[in-house]
């Protein structure tokens, strides 16, 4: 099955510097990629996704990587913001129709310091 | 358009006892997951229902663990017994395509 690794599992950044997450897939098939922002006590909620076909998306202060050749895909947010503290985690799921499973990275912590 | 329901919020249960969660998903989602969100991890899959029937189970400890859809809408989650590990937050999630819609979630504390 696929598998995710995410890195850093925690980042600390100074407010207005920008922030990137990293992550690695290991089936080559996976073609949906989003990412989700947990803050403390609430649900994941979606924030970006990109799909294998496009190789960078972009929405305001967050945009997203993705190289097929090297299975990584990373998240970008510049001018960060203290209320952009939360956890973040990537997610992948490979083709096959409507409604697929989600296999998640384990996370990582962002800290905005004002 | 109203979100996914899940209840109840919290639970403190003792080891061996058994638990019941419970999810309504977003009308119209056939599909819909349950994760399981141990402390400081990402959401694992347990299961995952198209419509009524179980797509995917094979991250499912079926010996404590059970899962059921009966009517293809609201959804059930059951521990019996429920072991000192299984404290975690239970996530139910509904799609329509790709994209997630997750609800609050359940935080079940075993002691």
């Known amino acids: 099955g696929e598998n995710v690794e995410q890195h850093p599992s925690t980042l600390s950044v100074q407010e207005g510097d920008s922030a990137v997450i990293k992550c690695t897939y290991s089936?080559?098939?996976?073609?949906?990629f989003p990412w989700y922002k947990q803050e403390l006590g609430k649900r994941p909620q979606l924030i970006i996704d990109?799909?294998?076909?496009?190789g960078e998306k972009k929405d305001q202060r967050i945009a997203v990587t993705l190289n097929k050749t090297a299975k990584h895909f990373s998240l970008h947010i510049t001018e960060t913001q203290p209320e952009d503290s939360a956890v973040y985690f990537c997610?992948?799921?490979?083709?096959?129709?409507?409604?697929?499973?989600?296999?998640f990275g384990g996370g990582t912590r962002l800290m905005v310091k004002p | 358009e109203a979100g996914v329901a899940q209840s109840p919020r919290y639970k403190i249960i003792e080891k061996r006892q058994s638990v019941a969660f419970w999810c309504n998903p977003i009308?119209?989602?056939?599909?819909l997951y349950w994760y399981q969100q141990i402390l400081g991890q990402g959401p694992k899959l347990l299961i995952q229902f198209q419509n009524n029937g179980v797509v995917d189970d094979s991250q499912l400890p079926k010996d404590r663990f059970s899962a059921e859809r009966l009517k293809g809408v609201d959804s059930t989650l059951k521990i019996q017994p429920a072991k000192l590990e299984d404290s975690a937050v239970y996530l139910c999630?509904?799609?329509?395509?790709?994209?997630?819609?997750f609800g609050s979630g359940t935080r079940l504390t075993v002691v």
């Open positions: 999630a509904s799609s329509l395509t790709a994209g997630y819609t």
């Open positions: 089936d080559s098939a996976s073609n949906y």
């Open positions: 990109i799909r294998s076909n496009v």
């Open positions: 009308s119209g989602h056939a599909t």
């Open positions: 997610a992948a799921t490979p083709p096959g129709g409507a409604g697929n499973m989600l296999t």
